[in-house]
Antibody
Framework: QVQLVQSGAEVKKPGSSVKVSCKAS????????ITWVRQAPGQGLEWMGG????????NYAQKFQGRVSITADESTNTAYMDLNSLRSEDTAVYFC????????????WGQGTLVTVSS | DIQMTQSPSSLSASVGDRVTITCRAS??????LNWYQQKPGKAPKLLIY???TLHSGVPSRFSGSGSGTDFTLTISSLQPEDFATYYC??????????FGGGTKVEIK
């Protein structure tokens, strides 16, 4: 049974960066893709991008191109999402999830990490 | 990007009601459509993938249908634990996996 456990809440200043981790247990990261989704307070879900550790390739939503980096460390079975040039609009809960199968559904999800951007 | 439009954005229903949520894509996405349920303060949970395949462990009162641009999620008999927000998601566009805006199901 795959489980994803994310790092704790962060408070950041505008213009800074944040790195959120997502540690997998129950299966090697190498076996599947990891995706990142965020949710601003009271808002819907927004896909940010994902990585396939097996192929070492990441792809990103156009909105976040140049500002986000998604990586994976197979030695620690951990994926990371790094978002820079933070602004107040980036205040959100950030989720990682396993991407499964040819239909690319997301299951399971991490518990979420609240990132607050405030001066 | 492919736009996903859900309707209604919210609805009020009673336990035992039949509930239908629709999701429309801005272009054909074949059957590349997934549905999720999210409760307050929790991560989303997968309900249905490939438009109509029930995920393991999901009660059979949930069903999905559709292909192309129009899709529906139906709850045949609403239960107390079903009050939540529901999202559709297209995975047809390999570079951009967009979600619908969500439908909040509330108690009448």
């Amino acid at each position: 049974q795959v489980q994803l456990v994310q790092s704790g809440a962060e408070v950041k200043k505008p213009g800074s960066s944040v790195k959120v981790s997502c540690k997998a247990s129950g299966s090697s990261l190498r076996n599947y893709a990891i995706t990142w989704v965020r949710q601003a307070p009271g808002q819907g879900l927004e896909w940010m991008g994902g990585i396939s550790p097996l192929f070492g390739t990441a792809n990103y939503a156009q909105k976040f191109q140049g500002r986000v980096s998604i990586t994976a460390d197979e030695s620690t079975n951990t994926a990371y999402m790094d978002l820079n040039s933070l602004r107040s609009e980036d205040t959100a809960v950030y989720f990682c999830a396993r991407e499964v199968g040819p239909w690319r559904w997301f299951d399971p999800w991490g518990q979420g990490t609240l990132v607050t951007v405030s001066s | 990007d492919i736009q996903m439009t859900q309707s209604p954005s919210s609805l009020s229903a009673s336990v035992g009601d039949r509930v239908t949520i629709t999701c429309r894509a801005s272009q054909s996405i074949s059957r590349n459509l997934n549905w999720y349920q999210q409760k307050p303060g929790k991560a989303p949970k997968l309900l249905i993938y490939a438009a109509s395949t029930l995920h393991s462990g999901v009660p059979s009162r949930f069903s999905g249908s559709g292909s192309g641009t129009d899709f529906t999620l139906t709850i045949s008999s609403l239960q107390p634990e079903d009050f939540a927000t529901y999202y559709c998601q297209q995975t047809y566009s390999t570079l951009s996996l967009t979600f619908g805006g969500g439908t909040k199901v509330e108690i009448k």
